[in-house]
């Protein structure tokens, strides 16, 4: 079985996109546009976000119009995406809209993955929903050299440090790279 993955660019102070649920101060970071390959996860046979992060894709990129532009980045995989409202898809994605509790949708995901990866690709509070069901096997920031002043917080819940061990810290370009394993509730690991 893959590990559960919440990978995410974020400011220094936290914010994964702005007042105006906008990118473009990440954009506008020396290659935040076109990020290294690297900062991906690697083996990731699954993606999941949450409606909003779904919607901002389909807007950005006009995936309705032009769906081609889907498998740029998703590829085959496929890709749920927790709503409570009706979304399109564009033609020919792989896109599995769920609803209710993390754990509840769970299993599909787990299914689907196989034995490779899931990437929680966008939403703090849904990436906090799969951290509360002891789901989540690690956190990996790209941490971009700005502050704002609001916005999508990165992870909205408290979590304590006996939670997360630190795997690693590099720089990649201008992006400070942070990786954190997640360990599990009742977790007998303080390494």
């Given at each position: ?136 096997d690690e956190i990996a920031l790209s941490v971009a050299p700005v ?45």
């Amino acid at each position: 079985m893959g590990r559960i993955i919440f990978d995410t660019a974020t400011s220094l102070n936290g914010w994964i996109a702005d007042e105006h649920n906008s990118l473009g101060w990440l954009f506008a970071v020396e290659h935040g546009d076109h990020p290294d390959s690297g900062l991906f996860p690697a083996d990731c046979t699954v993606m999941v976000c949450g409606s909003t992060t779904y919607q901002w894709l389909l807007d950005e990129q006009d995936l309705l119009t032009h769906p081609e532009r889907w498998q740029e980045f998703h590829g085959n995989r496929p890709t749920f995406v927790f709503t409570s409202r009706q979304l399109p898809a564009p033609p020919g994605a792989d896109v599995r809209f769920v609803r209710g509790p993390v754990t509840d949708a769970l299993p599909a995901i787990r299914a689907a993955a196989g034995h490779g990866d899931i990437w929680i690709v966008g939403g703090g509070d849904l990436a906090g929903q799969f951290l509360d069901a002891d789901a989540l096997d690690e956190i990996a920031l790209s941490v971009a050299p700005v502050a704002l002043t609001g916005g999508a917080p990165l992870l909205p819940r408290r979590v304590e440090s006996h939670r997360l061990r630190l795997e690693s810290a590099t720089a990649v370009g201008q992006f400070a790279r942070i990786i954190y394993r997640v360990l599990p509730l009742h977790s007998g690991d303080s390494s």
